[in-house]
């Protein structure tokens, strides 16, 4: 029986500080390979048809580093990756990539990357074509037709891309945290190659500016907020699934318990008004009390008027 491994890896990467040569070395341990980029460099862009550089190996797991020989103005920069080829990191000039062996080797199709300069966002499509032979052969993985096209600028966050920051977004967020499928980088808010509560936490606070608790997302946080989460009934009901930010669960655990208002006490903005207005302003301590006194009364508030 022959064994098959999904061992592969693809670079993707642009510069405008390559002066003119293309020359680039990989190493993977006594491994070592000098070649060039095949066509241009990124000076087009964003209108020239792009091609990348294509690695082959025949190790299991692939720990490489690509350096650029030639004498750089700037350190280049990559292309983000669309499907869970692995990790990257850069350090000045030099490319690290760890292999991810876990990878679905047999996904084909379109896959999204992203580069981001002086402001403006392009969008790279590109179709993946994978090739597989036995473990002990070299094998390769390339794009081919990938051409750069100017894309609309994007809000960061705005995953449902309406243009707006709203709960929609935020709904498709938690989405991902329950998804039992690899984690799409797309919401990988902190860049920590995961999707995750505290991505949720950076999406509030950073990107809409607003509280932990304003499950309305009009700016504030007060008795609306309670209002309107009760009324939807999740409050430690185990009949609800994944409530949501709408439905109270604000520490993005799948629920909407006493947990919630414990990362709102923490996040201190009940009855404060606006985020933004308060970050040039001393920040006093929670009001606990008053916080606790607020979810009380709203409680039996919401729950008279069920019983009415």
Not at 201 to 214: H, N
Not at 243 to 263: I, L, Q, T
Not at 286 to 307: D, H, S
Request: proline share 4%; charged share 20%.
């Amino acid at each position: 029986m022959r064994l098959i491994l999904p061992v592969f890896f693809v670079l993707a990467f642009a510069s405008y500080g390559l002066a003119d040569s293309r020359l680039y070395e990989i190493q993977s341990g006594s491994f070592v390979e000098t070649g060039g980029f095949a066509g241009q460099l990124n000076y087009n862009l964003p209108y020239a048809r792009q091609k990348f550089v294509e690695i082959r190996t025949d190790r299991l797991t692939n720990d490489i580093t690509m350096r650029i020989l030639s004498e750089s103005l700037e350190p280049f920069q990559f292309f983000g990756f669309g499907a869970p080829f692995g990790t990257a990191t850069q350090n000045e000039n030099d490319l690290h990539f760890l292999a991810d062996v876990e990878s679905d080797f047999n996904q084909k199709g379109m896959l999204e990357y992203f580069f981001f300069d002086f402001g403006d966002t392009f969008q790279l499509e590109g179709t993946l074509r994978a090739d597989q032979v036995c473990c002990d052969i070299p094998f390769s993985f390339s794009h081919q037709a990938v051409e750069l096209l100017p894309a609309a600028r994007t809000i960061v966050g705005d995953f449902n891309e309406d243009g707006v920051l709203e709960i929609g977004d935020l709904d498709l967020l938690y989405q991902q945290l329950d998804a039992d499928q690899p984690p799409n980088f797309k919401f990988d808010l902190g860049a920590d190659s995961s999707v995750d509560a505290k991505d949720v936490v950076l999406w509030v606070q950073q990107l809409k500016d607003t509280w932990i608790g304003d499950a309305n997302l009009d700016g504030t946080f007060d008795s609306q907020d309670f209002i309107a989460v009760f009324q939807l009934g999740a409050y430690e009901n185990d009949t609800v699934q994944s409530p949501g930010w709408a439905g109270g669960d604000w520490n993005a655990d799948g629920k909407f318990d006493s947990g919630d208002f414990v990362a709102a006490f923490a996040d201190g903005g009940y009855e404060r008004g606006g985020r933004k207005t308060l970050a040039i302003q001393a920040v006093p301590e929670p009001n606990y009390g008053e916080l606790c006194f607020g979810v009380l009364a709203v409680f039996l508030a919401a729950t008279v008027r069920k019983r009415g």
